[in-house]
């Protein structure tokens, strides 16, 4: 069974930086899609990004585009989610998914029911 286990939320101010990480225990995989999302209260989940490997694809959602970088450890098995500029629309609880197989279209790779697993769950909490 895979486990993922995001780290690194926590509360920062506006324009400021977090990094979060999602590590993936019990399989590794060789070909992938790993996925972030995040949940405000009384939003809906919405797509922040995702990374394919074999080939290597990263996609961004429109609204953390040249703000947010996606990048992975294969030897550490784990994806990295790098904020930087945030503002107070990013608060939220972001999760991080997986796949263990590719995931071929962006629109899929948008659709949380596209993945397999998912983590708990890590507080960014963004001050004004």
């Known amino acids: 069974q895979v486990q993922l286990v995001e780290s690194g939320g926590g509360l920062v101010q506006a324009g400021g930086s977090l990094r979060l990480s999602c590590a993936a225990s019990?399989?590794?995989?060789?070909?992938?899609?790993m996925g972030w999302f995040r949940q405000a209260p009384g939003k809906e989940r919405e797509f922040v990004g995702g990374i394919r490997w074999d080939p290597t694809i990263i996609l961004y959602s429109d609204s953390v585009k040249g703000r947010f970088t996606i990048s992975r450890d294969s030897a550490k098995n784990t994806v990295y989610l790098q904020m930087n500029s945030l503002k107070p629309d990013d608060t939220a609880v972001y999760y991080c998914?997986?796949?263990?197989?590719?995931?071929?279209?962006?629109?899929?790779?948008?659709?949380?029911?596209?993945?397999?697993?998912w983590g708990q769950g890590t507080q960014v909490t963004v001050s004004s």
């Open positions: 019990g399989r590794t995989f060789s070909s992938a899609t």
């Open positions: 998914a997986g796949k263990s197989q590719r995931i071929y279209t962006a629109q899929a790779m948008s659709f949380g029911g596209s993945y397999d697993y």
